[in-house]
């Protein structure tokens, strides 16, 4: 052999090895965390007395008699509850419409915020939800130009922490989307995008799908039945089969009966809200395996109204005795200045709304295994994360956390998250914030071991 071969290969193999190392970093140190119970959601049985061992940002292994490596970090959990991470399956990050000045219409909120207001807005929030144990969030639509996917790579290259975020990108709908636009704002200025991604046609409907999915999108959104020309099942299949091309599972926004009809013989995913669903809806839903996120708003001093909320508990009751895939989803993505801990007068932080959602699943009489299961098995399914998310065994991403009490016997143990783990780092510990391990200068993390969206 030359030696000029010899030493192109020698160069080859050294950036070879360079690149195999940058795609899988060091493992690091051992951490064990001590449960004194650990929850298996799935079949809602708690078992006494484990070690968790997390090495690098995935769980190494899980059992009652390993041995705890010497050196390894140890966390002690023994006098709580260990759990994995909590799913909110439907909510907008960049979103917060307010009462003043814009009376509730986020038509308003997207003509005052900007794109990067709104993108730090998602940012506050991804912490806020964090610290209140929720570390998936299925974000949906009404997020500005591509917050949502520009959320999602932050947190995935190590920026800062906040939940693993599955963005849908603008929201996929006809003519309007959910929008009353003047002439002159639809024809003229072109309002709707970023809002909305208008599309009419077969050849629309494919170029918006494959457009949010190169801008970042793991799922797509459907505006199915936003205006009365809405989407046909032939539509809603066409969206649904592009979609599986990238990757993505579709979820429908469906607020009449016949929308509903239209997205469950489509074969469709997700549907969201269950205002409009009937309980045939929810029996061939259950038939298909449809998941449902609800978005069940509780009746509180800052939200609702008593009627709303009757029907709302009973329709989430229905869903739950057909059997429904059900999500904890919520659409929290508004404020106001009664968002107040009546106790101690401090405002209620965006976790502490979101886990209040609560208050339905209770009212519904649902019982607490199954409210733990839509809020992490059935949200791990539905943001299509099962694989490598949610079940505390070895092999997969260390998003835990941890509460003094059992949730199985009283899901309102929920509300007292004193430990956060993401992605193999502590996040919260003896309920106070630690975050500063997730603040890099640069993207430290290489997703997937490539530099893509
Ligand atoms: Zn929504």
Not at 361 to 370: E, L
């Amino acid at each position: 052999m030359k030696k000029r071969s010899v030493m192109l290969i020698s160069v080859a193999v050294v950036i070879a090895a360079g690149l195999w190392a940058a795609q899988r970093p060091e493992p690091g140190p051992v951490t064990a965390i001590k449960a004194g119970r650990l929850i298996d959601p799935e079949t809602g049985t708690a078992a006494a007395n484990h070690v968790i061992l997390v090495q690098g940002e995935k769980i190494t292994g899980v059992g009652t008699d390993l041995n705890i490596p010497p050196g390894a970090t140890v966390i002690d959990l023994s006098q709580m509850t260990v759990l994995p991470g909590l799913v909110d399956a439907h909510t907008h990050m960049g979103l917060t419409y307010k009462e003043q000045p814009e009376n509730n219409y986020y038509y308003l909120t997207y003509v005052m915020d900007s794109t990067p207001l709104r993108a730090i807005q998602a940012a506050s929030n991804g912490i806020q939800l964090l610290d209140s144990g929720f570390t998936v969030v299925r974000d949906v639509g009404n997020n500005a130009l591509y917050v949502d996917a520009a959320l999602r790579q932050a947190v995935e290259q190590g920026w800062l922490p906040g939940p693993t975020v599955i963005p849908s990108g603008p929201m996929i709908g006809s003519t309007g989307g959910q929008f009353w636009p003047t002439p002159e704002m639809y024809k003229q200025h072109n309002i709707m995008f970023p809002e909305y991604i208008d599309a009419n046609s077969p050849d629309e409907i494919v170029r918006a799908v494959r457009e949010n999915m190169l801008f970042g999108a793991r799922t797509i959104k459907l505006c199915i039945d936003c205006k009365p020309w809405g989407y046909s099942v032939e539509d809603i299949e066409l969206a649904i089969r592009e979609a599986a091309k990238g990757g993505c599972k579709v979820e429908g926004h469906v607020q009449t009966a016949e929308g509903a009809q239209r997205a469950i013989d489509a074969g469709i995913f997700i549907i969201a809200h269950n205002s409009a669903l009937t309980p045939e809806h929810h029996r061939q839903m259950a038939e298909k395996g449809i998941f449902l996120t609800g978005t069940d708003t509780p009746f509180t001093p800052y939200r609702g109204s008593e009627r709303a909320f009757k029907q709302t508990v009973a329709n989430l009751r229905d869903a739950w005795e057909k059997k429904v895939p059900l999500t904890f989803s919520t659409d929290m993505d508004y404020w106001n200045d009664r968002m107040k801990d009546p106790k101690t007068g401090e405002w209620l932080t965006r976790g502490e709304l979101t886990i209040n959602f609560l208050l339905t699943w209770k009212a519904a009489g649902i019982p607490s295994a199954d409210v733990l299961r839509a809020m992490t098995t059935n949200g791990y399914k539905a943001a299509d994360i099962i694989t490598e998310r949610g079940p505390i065994k070895a092999g997969f991403f260390a998003d835990l956390i941890a509460v003094p009490g059992n949730p199985l016997d009283d899901i309102d143990a929920l509300r007292d998250v004193r430990f956060v783990m993401k992605n193999g780092m502590v996040f919260k510990k003896d309920g106070i914030m630690t975050p500063a391990k997730f603040f890099h200068p640069g993207p430290v993390r290489m997703p997937n071991g490539r530099w893509t969206r």
